[in-house]
Structures are given as structure tokens and as C-alpha cells.
């Protein structure tokens, strides 16, 4: 695993967004796992900056998002589809058809999860997955105990995520359940960029580095990947042991 500290959550969206375009331009036809949540936003618009001032090509880029909430249409706006047009994929040049996320409102829900996961696989599989952290270790919706077999499946929500994602709902209504890629999907990318920031994630990132590998910290699994780059904030870092003694690599000026 290889660990960066960034200062803040301005270094944390530039230099995920730095990954992300590095594969890009090295293989303009990349297969992206995406993630939705708080955390990648600041990734997004350093994204759709790239495009625009750099040119950042994503004609050719397919992507296959973690996750969608069972029950809500893309055209809700608290749906990750929504999300993602809103944040990204309105503002590039990526091809409607190549985009893809889970319909959560498919019936039924099983058939939607196996074609999915068909579906990523006859695109050639994920080059790079970019990851969130719940602050209860989950990845993609995985919560704990999830098996690390599983693939992409429907999963019923803790009431902690629930609580999380509350601020997405204004009517306090979140679904109970989400469409999510499973460990295994997510363990097949062939390479993992995880973000995090922020307190409360401080304990799930020192436990999913550097505690044991264990269905009840899901993202602990990342250990046993080949090839996964970490980047994290000082305040997500906290908790860090191994790392205690590392300066921040990327600082603002002055
Ligand atoms: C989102 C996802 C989740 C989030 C996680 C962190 O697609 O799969 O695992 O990455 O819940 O969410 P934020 O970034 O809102 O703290």
C-alpha cells in the first residue's frame, strides 16, 4: 500500500484528481470505478477543471459507479446518478453510453446486480477504483460483515450510513438499501485509490491500514491488493502509528 498525507481537503481533490488523469492519459480508453459521497466532490471539479483548461480527454473513458440507492430514479436528485452528472459527467467530454451505475429502481433487483457485474467485466474489468470510507470502515455500501467473496448485490444500509447520508435527503427519508459492487468486485480493479478526510474517518483508516484484515472493518481487505495508493488529510491520518512520524507531502504555500 502506498500512503500519501496531504494537508488538506483541497490536496486530497488534487492529487486524487492527479491519479486519476495519470491513467487517463496513459490509457485513454481507461475503465474508472467511481465513487459518490462528500468525499470525491472536490476530485470531480479539479476533474472537470483538467478537462477544460488541459483538455483531459474522456472520450473514450468508461466508468462503473460503486453503488445506487434501491427505490430512486436517476432523475431524483438524491440519486448517485444524479450525483454524478451533476458533479462530472455533465461537464466532460465522456459519451452518455459510456457511463454506467446500477438502477436502483430495476425489478428485479437481483437480475440488475448480475448483469452489472457482467457488465464490468465484459469492458475489460476496472483499471482504476477510486474509493471512499464509511466512518464504519464500509466500502462501496459493503458494511461490516460483508463477505469478501461477494459481488455486486444489494445490501441492507446500517443505520450509522443511514445517519451519514441523512444530509442528502431533506425529507429524512434515505433508503433502507443500496445496489453496491461487492469486496471481491471491488478487490478485481487492478488498481485502488482510496480518499479520505476529515476526524471521522481517523479510526477506520488506522484500523483498515493498519489493523487486522477482517470482515468487520471491510476496508481492511485493501491490504491484501496488489496495487492500492491511499490518500488521506492529516486529520484522517491521525490515528495513524506507523505513519505518525510522516510530514504531510503536499502543503499549501507559505
Ligand atoms: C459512495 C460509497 C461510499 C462512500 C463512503 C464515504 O459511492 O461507495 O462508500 O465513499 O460512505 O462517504 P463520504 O465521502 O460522504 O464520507
Known amino acids: 500500500m502506498k500512503l500519501t498525507i496531504v494537508e488538506d481537503y483541497q490536496w486530497l481533490s488534487v492529487v486524487g484528481a492527479q491519479m486519476v488523469a495519470e491513467q487517463v492519459r496513459r490509457q485513454p480508453g481507461s475503465v474508472l470505478g467511481l465513487a459518490t459521497g462528500g468525499t470525491p466532490v472536490g476530485m470531480y471539479a479539479e476533474l472537470v477543471r483538467m478537462y477544460k483548461e488541459q483538455g483531459l480527454d474522456f472520450s473514450q473513458v468508461i466508468t462503473f459507479n460503486l453503488d445506487e440507492y434501491v427505490g430512486l430514479a436517476s432523475s431524483d436528485p438524491a ?10 459527467f455533465s461537464h466532460i467530454n465522456i459519451p452518455l453510453e459510456n457511463v454506467h451505475l446500477p438502477n436502483g429502481i430495476a425489478v428485479p433487483v437481483q437480475d440488475e446486480c448480475r448483469c452489472y457485474e457482467q457488465a464490468i467485466t465484459r469492458a475489460g474489468g476496472i483499471d482504476l477504483q477510486v474509493l471512499g470510507i464509511g466512518s464504519n470502515g464500509h466500502i462501496g455500501f459493503n458494511e461490516p460483515g460483508t463477505p469478501f467473496e461477494s459481488e455486486t448485490q444489494v445490501i441492507c444500509l446500517t443505520e450509522e450510513t443511514r445517519r451519514a447520508n441523512a444530509r442528502y435527503f431533506p425529507d429524512g427519508n434515505v433508503p433502507t438499501h443500496a445496489i453496491s459492487m461487492g ?5 478485481k480493479a487492478k488498481r485502488i485509490l482510496l480518499l479520505a478526510g476529515g476526524p471521522d474517518k481517523a479510526a477506520a483508516i488506522e484500523q483498515a491500514l493498519e489493523g487486522p484484515v477482517t470482515v468487520e472493518l471491510p476496508a481492511s481487505v485493501l491490504q491484501l491488493h496488489p496495487d492500492v495508493t491511499v490518500v488521506v488529510d492529516t486529520a484522517a491520518a491521525a490515528g495513524l502509528t506507523k505513519a505518525g512520524s510522516e510530514k504531510p507531502t503536499h502543503q499549501a504555500a507559505g
Do not use: A, D, Q
Request: avoid cysteine; aromatic fraction near 26%.
Open 79 to 88: 440519486s448517485y446518478n444524479w450525483y454524478m452528472w451533476h458533479h462530472l
Open 183 to 187: 469486496i471481491k468486485s471491488i478487490l
